[in-house]
């Protein structure tokens, strides 16, 4: 007789960083909001159980962590049109787990990293008899982890997000390498700020006259800048300064071909 496989429950370093009581500090302990992010990300897998959603404020668990982030990516942005990369509309609809133009559905769950201290995410796409899932893993919510951040954790959301919109749109999901030693990297490719109209990232275009295209780590180097200089006024300096530290971080060591953009530079039109 089969049997479904014995649970295993994943536990991280609890302790929150100064981001993260800082973030948490400008909303509370807000019931309709966590609620809404469980639904809305689907944070109902088991793995959670024992994660913190019993205990949905305490911000030095995940569960809370996750919150933090998603708070991030529906409030903080001013949606100021032309400067910014791209809008909120656009990032909550991509790192949402349900069924929508971006991409079909999967759930986030908190997962072990196998062999890897310092893996923060992956994504199963192509699951068969399974819904397709994000995996976070312990290395983006240890205290003392030096991406144990919101700012991080939600251009993480938004990059793992878009490997699902690859599959969506029959891409290659995988990321190629690049580096010594080798590592996980993207091709970045260049497009102005009023590429995209708001409410249309997920738009693309093959047509090497007028090519348009986004990686996984480019929407989150994207997101990552438009928190560190289009954010709201209230949003604080820790937020802003670790995403602009962490995005180009991205942008040096994450992408095949040069990017000839930092993040602090006058944007390109």
């Not at 429950?9 to 309709?32: F, H, I, K, M, P």
């Not at 793995?47 to 019993?54: L, Y």
């Not at 040069?258 to 602090?264: H, K």
Request: hydrophobic share 35%; net charge negative; aromatic share 16%.
């Amino acid at each position: 007789m089969l049997t479904d496989p014995p649970v295993v429950s994943v536990r991280c370093v609890d302790g929150a960083s100064l981001e993260e009581t800082t973030v948490q500090n400008l909303y509370g302990c807000w019931r309709d909001f966590y609620l809404w992010v469980w639904q809305a990300y689907d944070l109902t897998d088991y793995s959670w159980d024992h994660a913190g959603i019993s205990d949905a404020c305490n911000v030095s668990q995940p569960f809370a962590k996750v919150v933090n982030a998603a708070f991030l990516i529906n409030y903080a942005l001013s949606d100021n049109y032309i400067p910014q990369w791209h809008s909120t509309e656009d990032y909550r609809n991509s790192s949402r787990a349900s069924d929508n133009n971006f991409h079909g559905p999967f759930y986030y769950r908190l997962a072990f990293a196998g062999d890897s201290a310092t893996t923060e995410s992956s994504s199963d796409t192509r699951r068969i008899l399974a819904e397709d899932r994000i995996n976070l893993y312990c290395y983006l919510f240890n205290l003392g982890s030096p991406v144990n951040l919101p700012s991080e954790r939600a251009a993480v959301m938004v990059h793992e997000s878009w490997h699902h919109w690859q599959y969506k749109h029959g891409f290659v999901t995988h990321h190629p390498q690049c580096g010594s030693p080798a590592h996980d990297c993207d091709y970045y490719y260049f497009h102005g700020t009023g590429a995209f109209d708001f409410g249309q990232m997920d738009r693309y275009d093959t047509d090497p006259n007028h090519f348009l295209f986004h990686s996984p780590y480019q929407v989150a180097v994207e997101f990552h800048a438009d928190l560190a200089e289009m954010s709201l006024p209230w949003v604080p300096l820790i937020v802003t300064q670790s995403a602009r530290s962490i995005g180009n971080n991205r942008i040096d060591y994450r992408f095949v071909n040069a990017v000839g953009y930092r993040i602090g530079n006058p944007r390109p039109f």
